[in-house]
Structure formats: C-alpha cells, structure tokens
C-alpha cells in the first residue's frame, strides 16, 4: 500500500494525485469501524448511524381524522343536504372509544381518533353546525379524510439506513415513531501536529524570518467541519525529539494524524527525516499546490504529512483528505459541477493543478496567480478548478470540473 | 404588516406563500442586528462576520524563496552550467540578513529570506552540489523564485468581507495573517414551543389517542442546522395559561419563537386563541401541506405559529423561516435546481404544493402519496418539488424546481 515513491527516481516519476489519494483511502478506510454508542435522538445531529432503524410502530399509531369536521357513516350522507343530530365532540388526543350512534355525526378535530362505525370524515368547511345538529352540504365517500393505521410507517419498516449522517429531516422522522436514542459511531479523532522554527502563533509581532502558524487553526477548523473531532492541534520546532514527542501523543489519543510542513527536499525537514526512519513514504505527487507529500503508518494510526505552505496544507487536505472524512462520517460526497472558465488558464505540464476559483453565473473565475502562496485566493475562492495534468492552456469557455469547497 | 389574514373569508383568499413569506421576512431582518461579540479566530467557525477583516501585514512579510535551492545573482548564472561557491545557508525561519557575496550562492530552503543581493533562485533539481560550491546547470532571470512581499495580499487588503458565515478556509486566511480575534454577531435565539394535549414524548407507551411529540427535537435541529442558538424547547397541553407562561418565558429569552399546533378550525385551538387576542394573524396560506399558519409580534419577539403535523411543521420550516434564518446566519442561500420528474404528479388546484422527492442522476422522483402526514417521505426526502399554486397535473419528464432540504 505504501509504495515507494521515494525509491524512483525524482522528476517524471511522481505519482498521481488519483494513486496516490488511493493509498491514502485504502489505510483510512479502516477508520469506517469506529465504537458505536446510544445517543439520544436530539443530541444525534450530524452523527452517523451504526445501524438501521426500522419503525418501533404503526403510523398513524390509530385511524385518525385528517382534517377538522365531522366523522359520520358515508351511507348517512350519500345524499346531500341531510341534517344528522350531533352526538358530541372528539379532541385530538382523546382516546376516542365511544362508536357512533347510527343516523348521526361525532365533531373531531384533525388527528382526533375516528370513532367505531364513522368511515369517513366529511370537513367543517361543508357543513352548517345548527345546535345540536349538523347540516352536511356534500357527501363524502367511505374513506375519504380518514387516515388509516400504518398507511405512513408500518412497524418494522425501515426509517433511516445505517451509514447516513442524521439531518434534521432524519430526527424529525425518528422522533415523529418515538425513538429515544439511536446508535452511533464515534466520530474520527483526529489530531494535527504544525512543524517549524519560523511558525509563531497570532497576536505576537513577528521577527525578522519569521510567519503566523495558520495550519493548526485551519486544518482543525477543516476536520470539524467534515465530521471528524480534533482532540489536539500542537506545534513543533524542527527539533526531532519534539516532533518525536508530539507525535507518540498524537498517535496514542488519535484514529489519524496530519503533519505539515518538513517534507520537501531542503536539509532541515523534520517531518519527513523522523517518519520516514519508521516506514513513512515521502516523495512528489503531480499536483500543483502541495507536490511533496508524506504517508507513514505509525503505532497502527496513519499519518498524513502535508507541504507546509498554507495553501498547499489547504489544498492537500481538501484533494487527499476531505472525500475519505466525509465518507467516514456518513455525510453527502464533495460536490463536483461542470462550468466554463470565464479566463484562459495555464497550467505546468505533467501536475495535475487545483486553482482556486470561483462560481458566478456565468461560469467559473479563477483567481488570478497561480503562485501556491496565494492566501487572498483562499479567502475569495469557492471552489477548485481541477486541470488534468497533461493540460497545459485553457481558453476561456471551456468547460472544467469544480470541486466545491 | 400584519395584514389580516383572519379577516377575509376563508377559501380562495388564502395568502400566497410569496406574499407570507415576504411578510415573515420583513419581521425578521431587524434580528440581523445582532449584538457583537470578539472571538478568537480558531473558535469562529461558523459564526457570522460583524465587520469587514482586512490584513494587518504583507503577505509574503519578507522577500522569501519559492523553492529549495540557491539564491543567486540571476547575472551570474547568465552563462550556465556555472560553478559558484557556496557562501552558507539560510533556513526558512532564520533572519537572513547576510547579504549575498558577489558571484556566490546560498543555499535556501522554500520560504527562507532571500539575502540581499540575491534576485533570484535556482531551484534544486537544477544544481549539482560539490562541497564548497554549487553547479547551477539552468540560469534563471531576476524575479525568478522570489516571493516579493505583499503580493499574496497588501496589508490593508479586504481578507473576508462582513456577513459571512466564516468556513474553513476563511479561517486558514485569517490565520494566515496572524489575525487573533474576529468581531461576529451573536447567534438568533430560538425558542420552541409545541402544544397538544394529545402529544408525549419519545420512549414512553402511547395511550389511546397519543401520538409522539417530534415537533419540539425536529424544529431545534432544524434551527441549529441553520445557524440559531435554540435557547428552550418546551410543551405546553391544551391549557391555555400554561401556553401563556410558556410563552411568556420564551419572549423573555429569544429573538424569535416558533409553536407547533393549535392554529387550524378546530374548537380547541390554544395557539390562534391566545395568540390572536394579542394581535396574532392567523388564517390560510395557499400551501401544501401547512396551510393554517400565524404570525404574531408579541414582547416586540416575532412568533411564528406552524401546525401541528410533523410534515407540516418542517415543510413550513423549510419553506417560511429557512431562507430567512440562513441569510440572518451569514450561511449561502437555500439551494434550487431545476430537474426533470421521473413521474408524473397531480396537485390541488389554488394551493401551491410541496412535494418530498429524491435527486437522482434521472430526474427528481417524487415521494408516493400526497398526503401531508407522511413521515416516511420525510425521512427518504433530500429536496422539495415546488408545484405552482396554479397548476393541477404535471407529466413525467416535466421540469420542476427543487429545493434541497
């Protein structure tokens, strides 16, 4: 599965950003099996679900009005208007029981039980109430506004299939059968690990040399908002007795880890010279932003090593990582659309490039410059422009694939 | 605003869902006025912008290397290949305040300062390490590799405009430029309130009569899913002065109340009596289902009062509050498409209807049975298919407008 991209040779051999997401898939997908734990319907939004759940019920639960009016027997007011005598009112809510005297007519209220012998349900806007009787202006045949036991849900029958991420649709539905708690897989725990000297936290000024640390804030920001719970976000020097030290912490509390920076080619990169002396597999994709990329399995938790320049952390985690999140934590694939470019783009040859764009009306606008340290264009883009690695120049109009961010 | 619904006779003058719509919104949009709160940058996930956030720095703060290699005079690799020695070498997070000795090289790593006197970099793949020195095998012109400061962003330069709901990429961009806090607007404070004599909650038997209370767990997942903070979730049975101090609570706490039930033609209609003696509109919206609705300002809070069935309150959910909630939660709109039906359907004249129905790569299939009551569909459910109030019959293949739930 780790094959070895740092055994080929550098340049032409770098692996495809479909390969190499393959890799990544293969050891993640393992992660689908997390604990499962009862959670009580209203607290199970966004969760997945660890099993089908099927109706605890008949629903309706009891053949019930479907509209405010009056319960009578169809034979009674086949013919039209006919006065019947008013034999009382049933609330929604009342049990319901008492049967209809033949001849007359039961108030009930939308959802109120039909009484025995009622078989239809003729609504108040064709009637006349006159005291203690009811005048009926237009029949009703048997059936009609009268809604049957289990001709919604039937009990037994499923509701909600496992593997989905609840929706306020799915509680509603779980809720309006009565079930209390659902089972639920424990979400990915995810843990991010920011490596070097330059990086300093906001708020202090900064010193000749030196940049804010962004990647922590911003790759734990993007594991919340794809269903994974970030239980640390820590940094190290390139000192390889702290990154060594973070990550045996991370990889104690965490299913996954994400490491950024320390895997280019220059003589300090702490990420790769400590991962890749227990097994990690470091090397090129042909991709633009985020070329060099790191995968280790380490005390059996995947470690995903990212560039460290924000946009290519950003871009890496959105090609590599973000499809396998969501699909772990149940929720809808990323969206893809077709849209013709409103600009011509250029693009390396031979490196599959994800520019950041974004959607109009009219087609889709790249940002200008395709440096990868472009954080203004990660602010302003809402998609990514995908162009296939053997593409060299787009006019504009033509059509290309988005990837919604 | 509250134009008397209650007023014109039943029937055919039942307000379109435009022009309800319209009313709700106009009755809302003063809750954009929410209080501000300071939040640190990695906390605002989600949370609505208050105030334009520009860059407080450059980006690039300093002149910095594209790629590891060496930074040379782009003079002196005119005439390549070239060997030059090696004056040292710069890390990314090191000052570099060395210049450049005339006809050297320096050895960078991506994102170290380029020395003064450089003007360019000779990528590594480029070179041919020798001990003291360097070969440069390709030259490169001035410019080449260097990242000039604050052509990534101008410090000063609109990062994220107002209004936004702030998403991870929004927060890698602020992080970036080491922006500690943001100024976002409070969450809208929901309360909910459901109301039936006849309702009880999940897990306890049903008696005669009883059906689950889901409207409570439904419209507070729904409310969270958009961006409020549902501050209480209440019943209330039947009883008028129990609904009254709910409500009184409720006004007391929130921005804006939603009821469950209580507002259509029966005898026991403990919303629209209370509500209306307080100025409360009830009366018919043109609308399948959900058509009794009430609108109330009572304490200067917005109520909104849905009816009681479980598809009728999240269809007048989705179709009445949704679109106004997410714009007041900075969050994209609803999203619509326009999809062929995969079978045809029929609709109630004069009443414009929305149908549960499922996005396929064919078409939108509508959910079987119109009837208002089903569950099932809800849960099987990801778009409604708006039907014109106008139009009865609607052929396979027809376009419709969806909207996605």
Redesign the interface.
Known sequence: MLSAMNSRP??ATARTVDDYRDSIEQLLRPLAARPVESVA??AA?GRKLAADVSSP?D????RNS?M?GYAVRADDVAVAPVTLPLAG?V???????APLPVGAAL?V?????IPPGADCVVP??DTRADGAAVTVERGRAAGEFV?EPG???RAG?L??PAGVAL??????????????TVPVFQPVRAAVITT????VP???P??????????G??L???L??NGATVVS?EHST?DPAMFRRLLSSATRSADLVFTSGGV?????EVVKDVLAAHGGVFGSVAVQPGGPQGLTVLDGVPVLSFP???VST?VSFEVFARPILRHLSGLPPVRTSEAPLRESVRSPAGRRQFLRGRLTENGVEPFS?A??????G??W?DVLIDIPAETTELAAGTPVLVHE?
Chains 1, 2 share one sequence.
């Open positions: 550098a340049g319907v209203p939004l019920i629903l309706p639960v009891f479907a405010d009112v609330a929604a809510g009342q049990p319901g029981r108030k209220m939308t959802g109120a039980p108040v806007e809604r001709t919604d849900v029958a509701l909600v929706t306020p649709r799915h509680i509603a539905a779980l809720a309006a059968v009565g079930v209390p070097g000297d330059e990086l906001a708020g202090r900064l010193r000749p040399g030196q940049i804010y640390n962004s990647n804030i911003a734990a920001a993007a919340a908002a976000v390139d280019s080619k220059g003589d300090f460290g320049n924000p950003m410059g440096g990868s340290h472009l954080i203004a990660m602010a883009a961010l």
